[in-house]
């Protein structure tokens, strides 16, 4: 089955600085990469996905990038702010036809804290 | 619009004991999902249900497990008889039906469940 593995685990960064969380995935077959933002409190919210025909998605401060390749996938945010601290996940999932995407594999999380 | 509501939102119960969580989807989403995060690790896939269908349930742990979905509306994870591993977040998330264009899944807030 699928394997996705997160790293950092924790990262800590200033207000304003960047953040990079990367992801490797093990099955080829996957074809669509979410990430989720979990705050304290409250469920995994989808913040930004990609699908395996396309290698970069941007949406205001936060990019995602994909290398089908080498099976990577990075979350980039720029001029971190302190809301932006949570838990970021992020997963990989396939989909053929009219079958949901829902079935997703996870990566273990990172908790970015972004300090004042 | 309401999103997906979990109950309860914390559960402490004793090895042995029967626990029964609920999930109410968003109004009008086919597909009902089940996920669990042990011990701050990955969020892993439990099942998938497609209206009062299960789906896949190739992620639930073992038969002391029953997820139901009567009528196609909410749905009940059941854990009889509970086991300290059971510990862990269990998550619901829903999604509308593919063919209509609905891929992004929204999750609850999770019910924390302890065993003790």
């Known amino acids: 089955g699928e394997n996705v593995e997160q790293h950092p685990s924790t990262l800590s960064v200033q207000e304003g600085d960047s953040a990079v969380i990367k992801c490797t995935y093990s099955?080829?077959?996957?074809?669509?990469f979410p990430w989720y933002k979990q705050e304290l409190g409250k469920g995994p919210q989808l913040i930004i996905d990609?699908?395996?025909?396309?290698g970069e998605k941007k949406d205001q401060r936060i990019a995602v990038t994909l290398n089908k390749t080498a099976k990577h996938f990075s979350l980039h945010i720029t001029e971190t702010q302190p809301e932006d601290s949570a838990v970021y996940f992020c997963?990989?999932?396939?989909?053929?036809?009219?079958?949901?995407?829902?079935?997703?594999?996870f990566g273990q999380g990172t908790i970015l804290t972004v300090h004042p | 619009e309401a999103g997906v509501t979990q109950f309860p939102s914390h559960s402490v119960i004793e090895k042995g004991q029967t626990v029964t969580l609920r999930c109410d989807p968003i109004?009008?989403?086919?597909?009902l999902y089940w996920y669990r995060r042990v011990m701050g690790k990955e969020i892993k896939f439990l099942l998938h249900?497609?209206?009062?269908?299960?789906?896949?349930e190739s992620g639930m742990p073992n038969n002391r497990f029953l997820a139901e979905r009567t009528g196609g509306t909410y749905s009940t994870l059941k854990v009889q008889p509970a086991e300290l591993e059971d510990s862990g977040v269990y998550f619901c998330?829903?999604?509308?039906?593919?063919?209509?264009?609905?891929?992004?899944?929204?999750f609850g807030s999770g019910t924390q469940l302890s065993v003790l």
């Open positions: 998330a829903s999604s509308q039906d593919q063919r209509q264009g609905g891929s992004r899944l929204f």
């Open positions: 099955d080829s077959a996957s074809n669509y």
């Open positions: 990609i699908r395996s025909n396309v």
């Open positions: 997963a990989a999932g396939f989909n053929a036809g009219g079958t949901s995407y829902g079935k997703l594999t």
């Open positions: 109004s009008g989403h086919d597909n």
């Open positions: 249900f497609v209206k009062e269908s299960k789906q896949d």
